[in-house]
């Protein structure tokens, strides 16, 4: 993932708070161990985060976050693990952005009576076509829209109905044909990304 919710796509790991310039100035950061990447996994490259993780950096990210607010569940991480490897087999092309694939590991968790609630915090929502920021508009109390900052398509179309579809199409491949609608809720904090 990209943004404030940077990790390492292939370990997982956190990412250092320095920042170390590469010769096209970008601001690099260094992968640093924690009690869910050990130092042994680290190769020392440097990144800003990516777009598409690992299915293991995806892993570690949901057993992190789900560790906020509620203690180890090894159950449930089995779980995840059985439901990231189908999700990463099935998603394809606009799909296979870590946003969409955590969006639906979200209707998965929560499908299967865990608390998902909480996940929606941890995904950066960006525009599905350019990976820019979105700009949001409130039309009334239960109307949230979004287009794209930076004005990537001339139709201005819906990125969240976008983002949800993406993530309801992608469900509904992954498991078994079964249809399940993802919903970004109003209150998402994600949009804070
Ligand atoms: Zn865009």
């Given at each position: ?98 946003m969409?694939?955590w969006l639906?590991?979200t209707a998965?968790?929560r ?5 998902a609630e909480w996940m929606v915090g941890h995904v950066p929502l ?56 993802v919903e970004v809720p109003?209150s998402c904090p994600a949009k804070?990304?």
């Amino acid at each position: 993932m990209i943004g404030t919710t940077a990790f390492c796509p292939k370990t997982g790991a956190q990412l250092s708070e320095q920042r170390h310039y590469d010769e096209r100035g970008r601001p690099l950061r260094a992968p640093v161990p924690d009690a869910f990447v050990d130092e042994t996994e680290l190769d020392g490259e440097l990144t800003t985060g990516a777009i598409r993780s690992s299915r293991k950096a995806l892993l570690v990210h949901f057993r992190r976050t789900h560790q906020f607010y509620r203690p180890e569940n090894a159950e449930l991480y089995r779980n995840v693990a059985l439901w990231l490897r189908r999700l990463k087999q099935a998603a394809n092309g606009q799909q296979s952005p870590d946003m969409i694939v955590w969006l639906a590991l979200t209707a998965r968790v929560r499908q299967e009576q865990y608390e998902a609630e909480w996940m929606v915090g941890h995904v950066p929502l960006r525009c599905p076509r350019c990976h820019g920021r979105l700009a949001y508009d409130q039309f009334d109390s239960n109307t949230l829209y979004a287009q794209c900052a930076t004005n990537c398509s001339v139709d201005h179309a819906d990125r969240l109905s976008e983002i949800e579809d993406l993530a309801s199409d992608l469900y509904e491949q992954a498991f078994d044909h079964e249809r399940k609608e993802v919903e970004v809720p109003e209150s998402c904090p994600a949009k804070l990304y």
